[in-house]
């Protein structure tokens, strides 16, 4: 009995185990990640992801996997075509409140720059990381993810970091993601989205996905 002491604290200084990851492949639409999306205009589905024509498709899926996240990773694997409008919003989240996080491309001459951001109007945080010069070539699959730490925002193009930034983000509440375009149906996405990732951690840059 008097090593259960010693024991209790060798627990308890072990690592927590890592929270696994809710993973959302887009290799249909009538459902995505379990749940019942929306469907919006025809996005098809081919070699297990789903394509958005950058005009009239979209999912909208009614869930935050967000919501009570001091921190959080949301990592997406896409294709952007080169011919895509100018400025889209392919993954937006958002509450009942309004508090937002939003990934978006800016494409222009074949290639893409991710634009990402965070949006508390309650408070009035707000960040945005884009930098236009910072190109990326299109109709190639890509792994871009945006991490938030409880502090720092930052994003990553296949596993390595790009921009980064403060902002005071408190935790989302219940709401919906739409895939493919914004949730009020403007700035429509052209190109494919195979799979995104929501992890309940700020993960490390060695623990991003690469292709």
């Known amino acids: 009995m008097k090593f259960l002491p010693l024991i209790a604290a060798l627990i308890g200084a072990l690592p927590a185990a890592a929270t696994e990851p809710v993973i ?34 979209g999912l909208l899926v009614p869930v935050n996997p967000l919501a009570g996240l001091a921190q ?46 965070l949006s508390h109007p309650a408070t009035g945080a707000k960040l945005v990381l884009l930098d236009l010069t910072k190109r990326h070539p299109a109709d190639r699959w890509t792994w871009v993810a945006l991490v938030y730490d ?14 980064e930034g403060e902002v ?12 493919g375009v914004r949730q009020n149906r403007v700035y429509w996405f052209k190109g494919g989205i195979r799979e995104v990732r929501w992890h309940a951690t700020a993960l490390k840059a060695e623990e991003l996905q690469r292709p």
């Open 168 to 179: 005071a983000f408190p935790a989302m509440a219940a709401g919906q993601v739409s895939l």
């Open 150 to 163: 409880g502090r720092r925002m930052a994003h990553y193009i296949d596993g390595v970091k790009e921009l």
């Open 24 to 57: 959302w492949r887009l290799d249909q639409t009538a459902q995505v990640g379990g749940h019942v999306a929306e469907v919006l205009g025809a996005p098809r589905v081919t070699d297990g992801a789903t394509f958005f024509n950058g005009t009239s498709d």
């Open 72 to 117: 959080f990773t949301i990592e997406v694997l896409f294709r952007p075509a080169a011919d895509g409008p100018a400025e889209q919003r392919f993954l937006h989240v958002q509450d009942g409140p309004g508090t937002r996080a939003l990934i978006e491309t800016r494409v222009a001459g074949g290639t893409w720059a991710l634009d990402t951001f």
